[in-house]
């Protein structure tokens, strides 16, 4: 078949036993590839290979192995206009967020790259006579990654880089309905020079290669991001095996808006969070908890701000908001403003799917108002261009409805009182909160996660990666008498 992309094997690019094609959100009549499905034979392979391969990359120099991933993380932003491109083109994200994300994602590597160096361990005395203690991380030899399709190359570069930093071979998953960044990465890794086996692409359905790869016990340690209920299964898979695993999930993250709120940032930290990316984002601020006082004026500026967002091709120059990534998702989108309207929510604006020139997933992002926090709307993760206004009394009220969730990735205040700001900033029970800011949008060399069924496990980037990609030994040395 011709424009056929392989899987990545034990250092070989291998057919699978069946294909899918690639489709672009934007243009439905814009097939980008035919791309290759591992099976469990396959998958095997891939196991078997990165078991060796991993034993020979832990032994690699330090300064080797800070290179490879050196050279990864610069070819990548060198390549992010081209590679943003094709991210944009299959996922549906206007084309400087693609770009944006490849550049990020490179500069996992790099950040990475220089972790490789930054390895060193603990001693101590034991409380026994003449006997020294020294305390060093290890490899834990082949990690997992499972990783989703609304940020499919940034998600698993902050997963790649460090498991390999850190001396680990990897078998990557990716999400099925972006696999053509998936390849474009793995191009990038496989001309390296690293051990045959090292890092393996098998693409395929999570249900069947996904799920197989978390039951292997052949795996050491697994970092998955994607939703709730596959975490779950992924989380009961490791628990068979007792491999260490770690898993980013949902959110419904709240952005609170106080009265003393400069509204000019609240308004443009609500649009960005609610809409940027189409809304698919684990960070999206997907309620906005509004101050009685200020919550007309606030609401008939977002109803401008929202309105005015230019909906398109996530190629076309001006586009602001891409179309969702698929038909699944596009009519998950529509039942969810159904059932807004059914809660008793009011629309302020959007909602509607749109027919633009190309055939795509179009929608018009919403914002809702008259909710309140006991909503299906306002306690599920959506993954939509939607967020709902819910109106408090006071400062006691918002954080009350803030942390009234399951999930805790992000919470968001916009205020102009330090002591608000400093009281939510120790009180908001999410793993990442925001001071006039808006929800989305975190650095690489920090920790990154959240609470409740938002995370579990170690968190991911910035050093503290080490605690899922490392395991720790100790050991006591008697050096005898001179
Ligand atoms: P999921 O449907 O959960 O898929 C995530 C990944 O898991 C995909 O590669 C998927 O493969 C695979 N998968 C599905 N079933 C599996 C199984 N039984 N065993 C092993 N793997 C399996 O999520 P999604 O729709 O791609 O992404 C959206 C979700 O990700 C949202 O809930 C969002 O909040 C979350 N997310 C969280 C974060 C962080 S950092 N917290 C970041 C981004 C996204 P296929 O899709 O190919 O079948």
Redesign the pocket.
């Known amino acids: 078949m011709s424009n056929l992309s392989n899987n990545f094997i034990a250092g070989d690019w291998v057919k699978g036993s069946s294909s899918i094609s690639n489709i672009n959100p934007s243009d439905t009549n814009d097939v980008i590839g035919e791309y290759a499905q591992a099976n469990n034979a396959q998958l095997e392979d891939a196991l078997n290979s990165s078991q060796i391969a991993q034993k020979h990359w832990a032994a690699t120099g330090l300064e080797q192995r800070q290179a490879v991933l050196m050279k990864i993380g610069e070819e990548m932003m060198a390549r992010s206009a081209e590679l943003g491109e094709l991210l944009s083109r299959e996922e549906g994200k206007p084309v400087a967020e693609g770009k944006g994300e490849i550049y990020r994602a490179g500069q996992f590597f790099t950040y990475y790259a220089a972790e490789v160096l930054r390895q060193s361990g603990d001693t101590a005395d034991s409380v026994r006579p003449n006997i020294e203690i020294d305390v060093r991380r290890e490899a834990m030899g082949t990690v997992a990654i499972?990783?989703?399709?609304?940020?499919p190359t940034a998600?698993a570069s902050w997963k790649i880089a460090p498991a390999l930093a850190f001396g680990n071979a990897v078998i990557w998953?990716?999400?099925?309905?972006t696999p053509a960044s998936a390849v474009a990465l793995t191009e990038i890794i496989a001309k390296q020079d690293i051990p045959k086996g090292l890092f393996n692409l098998v693409?395929?359905?999570?249900?069947?290669?996904?799920?197989?790869?978390?039951?292997s016990p052949k795996v050491h340690a697994i970092s998955?991001?994607?939703?709730?209920?596959?975490?779950l299964?992924?989380a009961g898979?490791a628990a068979k095996n007792l491999t260490k695993f770690q898993?980013?999930?949902?959110?419904k993250n709240p952005l609170v808006v106080m009265d003393d709120a400069d509204i000019d940032v609240a308004v443009a930290a609500a649009t960005g969070g609610a809409f940027g990316s189409t809304g698919?984002?684990?960070?999206?601020s997907s309620r906005l908890v509004v101050h009685a006082s200020i919550h007309d004026e606030f609401v008939d500026r977002m109803s401008q701000s929202t309105s005015a967002l230019k909906v398109g091709h996530a190629l076309h120059e001006g586009t602001q908001i891409g179309p969702v990534?698929s038909q699944q998702?596009l009519d998950s989108n529509l039942k969810y403003m159904s059932l807004a309207k059914e809660e008793g929510c009011e629309i302020v604006c959007g909602g509607e799917k749109l027919e633009l020139d190309n055939p795509g997933f179009y929608m018009q992002p919403a914002l809702l108002v008259g909710g309140n926090n006991t909503m299906r709307v306002n306690r599920e993760?959506l993954?939509a261009p939607m967020s709902c206004v819910i109106k408090v009394a006071d400062y006691d009220e918002a954080l009350s409805v803030a942390n009234d969730t399951d999930f805790g990735?992000v919470s968001g205040i916009i205020t102009q009182s330090l002591s608000r700001a400093s009281h939510f900033r120790r009180n908001a029970e999410s793993g990442c909160v925001m001071v006039n800011l808006p929800t989305a949008g975190t650095d690489y060399h920090v920790p990154?996660?959240?609470r409740k069924n938002?995370?579990f496990g170690p968190r991911?980037q910035g050093s503290y990666a080490k605690e899922l990609y490392t395991q720790v030994k100790t050991s006591y040395i008697s050096s005898g008498n001179p």
């Open positions: 499972i990783s989703p399709w609304n940020f998600t998953k990716p999400a099925n309905l693409m395929g359905s999570g249900s069947s290669i996904g799920q197989a790869l978390a039951e998955f991001t994607g939703s709730y209920d596959v975490g299964q992924i898979a898993l980013e999930l949902g959110s698919q984002k684990c960070t999206a990534a998702q993760e993954f990735l990154f996660g959240g938002s995370s991911e």
